[in-house]
């Protein structure tokens, strides 16, 4: 609420299929025709590419978007959230009047006066009801002593006066009983008290009444003391009184921010004229050769011959400088991306070589790739989106004394460094050229992967829960509350639904432990089943309405206890269940088996027990095992078994390998 401060409110989007999106609820401020023309406008723009969309809203919001073919849903999700009103902010400026000047507060300043304010109002309120009491009470007191000790009898042949000053005597020894002065009010409401009252006044029921309201001042004196603790009970009543049966529209959630450049789709190309340095999406047909699909939000990444690189934005036509020796597409913070370069310092000087990744820069600023040397050339130039790293053949030009001109440079050999770095001496002699000989494989490890459950995104940065490793065609198992299974890939634009209650790195080898309740059979069962390779979500539970996922675990060894209803009064002890031992491995769209013939009331997971060994082997062990053909250190155990009645093969000799 304080000036400056924005809140981000997002339209609901799920994916229907990988061609189809939808949007059930919109954000505040927006309509549904202000939203399909936003959509609209940035696809016009190229900014998202879309088939078609619809407006079916009728009693709930259904604007159905129909995607090009190609396009990814999930980009499509952030690209919508990044280009439309599928994401909007509102700045929610709360002025209020406070000493007599308008001031502007945050949602918590304001809670936190409204709620002072709040207290001090019970607290009068507090007050007035203790001051209530004690009038009562007073009074009460006052009628109890006025007619018990019969102070009216004396009255007889007294004038109203006379009446009042004989009252006043008559009360003054118990004067120090009341909490305050006994005044002449006081004693004109005892003298209308009529005949009647008195002669029905019951001495028991009104010392219960006054005791009655001296327990009611003590509780209303205990909340004066405690106030705070009484205007949180105040709180909570109002919150179960009134808020019982409404339910929040809203939904608070943490969202991630999303870059524009990784979600636009390709709406332009861009070409580039090496020799005269001019590069951009508007180049005519015949100036400039065809580099790549962009978009027109991209910054793009130009190195030139003479070792210079500048990172820019994408235009129509720039002048980046003679000689372009590469250019591309560069996107902020890609680690993976991996420079191989070959270099000469100056006209003669010695041939280095270096590895290096360009994760940050200043736009449009020249950064030397080189020493600086004036006459230094860029020899030999590759980029590698997986961080690969090849073998070239360097030829050397002919020179007396010299034997050798040709030898093999490995890249997997130098290390990674800033792209400031010197780099490593190749040769001292002059290069004649440089060529490729063998394409290499990735030097990077496998890219760790978390998983954020605040804002149900991927990431690399340690946020959330560990999912491991991934590298390849590795996928995550995700496990939804419906009884759908799915995997996907490690992209970290991947949209995961709100009712996800598993994800986890997928194990071809590892079966998933599920319990259900089966609605026509009216019984828990439960399966253990492989994983089938599929990225479309698979529903391993019965599809009727009765039927749901009560545990599910992928788990090596799971544990559960069930604990079981009363049985005519009888219980019955709880079942420590062995998952791995109670059902074997069957396929996904097995029923499985009944759990117990007795009826459950609830179902514990426990510790499971613990992995075997294969589990616990690192993948580049395995793979090192695998792929050797004499494994290293082989030794031989010969046992001979001794022979037995029914083995006429008696004495085989049986080998080990240790």
């Known amino acids: 609420g304080k000036r400056g401060g924005r809140v ?9 299929d990988k061609k189809t999106l939808v949007i059930t609820e919109i954000p505040f401020g927006t309509t549904t025709s202000s939203l399909i023309d936003s959509i609209i406008k940035a696809n016009d723009k190229g900014k998202i590419k879309i088939k078609k969309i619809e407006d079916n809203t009728a009693e709930n919001v259904e604007i159905v978007i129909h ?28 002025c209020v009047i406070f000493d007599d000047k308008p001031l502007f507060l945050s949602v918590q300043e304001i809670l936190k006066l409204s709620t002072e304010r709040t207290k001090q109002l019970l607290k009068q309120e507090l007050e007035i009801k203790l001051g209530e009491l004690q009038e009562q009470w007073h009074f009460s007191s006052l009628e109890k002593i006025f007619i018990e000790e019969k102070i009216y009898i004396e009255f007889d042949g007294k004038t109203y006066e006379e009446a009042m000053a004989l009252t006043h005597e008559r009360l003054k020894p118990h004067a120090h009983k009341f909490y305050r002065a006994i005044t002449d009010e006081d004693v004109k409401k005892l003298m209308e008290i009529k005949m009647r009252r008195i002669t029905k006044h019951d001495s028991e029921k009104a010392d219960t009444y006054i005791a009655s309201l001296e327990d009611e001042m003590k509780k209303v004196q205990y909340n004066l003391e405690h106030l705070t603790e009484f205007a949180i009970d105040y709180f909570k009543h109002l919150k179960q009184t009134y808020g019982k049966n ?68 994408i235009s129509q036509k720039a002048f980046f400088g003679k000689k372009i020796k590469y250019i591309g597409v560069w996107k902020k913070g890609d680690k993976r991306k991996i420079y191989n370069l070959i270099y000469r310092d100056g006209n003669a000087g010695y041939v280095y070589a270096k590895r290096f990744a360009v994760t940050s820069i200043t736009r449009d600023k020249e950064y030397d790739l080189t020493q600086g040397t004036k006459g230094s050339k860029i020899l030999y130039l590759s980029v590698n989106p997986n961080g690969e790293a090849e073998t070239v053949q360097v030829i050397l030009r002919q020179k007396a004394k010299l034997k050798k001109l040709k030898f093999d440079y490995d890249f997997s050999q130098l290390a990674i460094k800033g792209r400031g770095a010197k780099g490593n001496i190749v040769t001292k002699h002059a290069v004649n050229k440089i060529l490729l000989k063998e394409e290499g494989t990735s030097t990077l490890g496998a890219r760790k ?49 709100d009712d996800l209650i598993l994800i986890e790195k997928w194990n071809p080898e590892k079966p998933l432990s599920a319990i259900y309740y089966n609605g026509e059979k009216k019984a828990f069962y439960i399966k253990r089943f492989l994983v089938e390779n599929s990225d479309k979500k698979s529903k391993f539970i019965p599809d009727d309405a009765d039927s749901y996922l009560e545990f ?74 695998e792929n050797s053909e004499t494994p290293p250190n082989l030794e031989l155990n010969i046992q001979t078994n001794n022979p037995s009645t029914d083995n006429k093969e008696g004495n085989q000799i049986t080998l080990d390998l240790l």
């Not at 981000?8 to 229907?16: D, S």
């Not at 190609?70 to 999700?77: A, C």
């Not at 599928?86 to 709360?94: G, T, V, Y």
Request: proline share 4%; aromatic share 8%; net charge negative.
């Open 8 to 16: 981000k409110v997002r339209a609901k989007i799920k994916q229907l």
């Open 552 to 625: 599910v675990s992928y788990d090596w060894k799971p544990q559960i206890q069930l604990h079981f209803a009363k049985v005519k009064g009888k219980e019955r002890n709880p079942e420590t269940i062995n998952v791995e031992e109670f059902i074997a491995v069957k396929g996904w769209k097995a029923i499985g088996n009944k759990l117990s013939p007795h009826k459950i009331k609830s179902i514990d997971a426990l510790e499971p027990l613990p992995a075997p060994e294969k589990e616990n082997i690192p993948e580049n062990n395995k793979n090192s095992e």
């Open 67 to 94: 995607l090009a073919p190609g396009i990814s849903p999930d980009k499509m999700i952030d690209a919508l959230y990044a280009f439309t009103d599928c994401e909007i902010s509102i700045s929610p400026n709360a």
């Open 246 to 313: 409404i339910t929040r529209k809203t939904e608070i959630k943490t969202f991630e921010n999303i870059e524009a450049t990784k979600v636009a789709v390709a709406n332009v190309k861009l070409y580039v004229n090496r020799e005269e340095g001019f590069a951009g999406y508007a180049l005519r047909r015949g100036e400039g050769e065809f580099v790549c699909d962009c978009s027109d939000i991209d910054d793009i990444i130009v190195i030139r011959e003479d070792g210079k690189m500048i990172v820019s934005k």
């Open 449 to 497: 992967i978390w998983f954020d459950d605040t804002v149900m995104r991927l990431n690399t940065e340690g946020r959330g829960e560990f999912l491991g490793e991934f590298k390849g065609d590795d996928k995550i198992l995700t496990v939804y509350q419906s009884g759908e299974y799915k995997l996907t890939g490690f992209d970290l634009n991947t949209h995961f639904d």
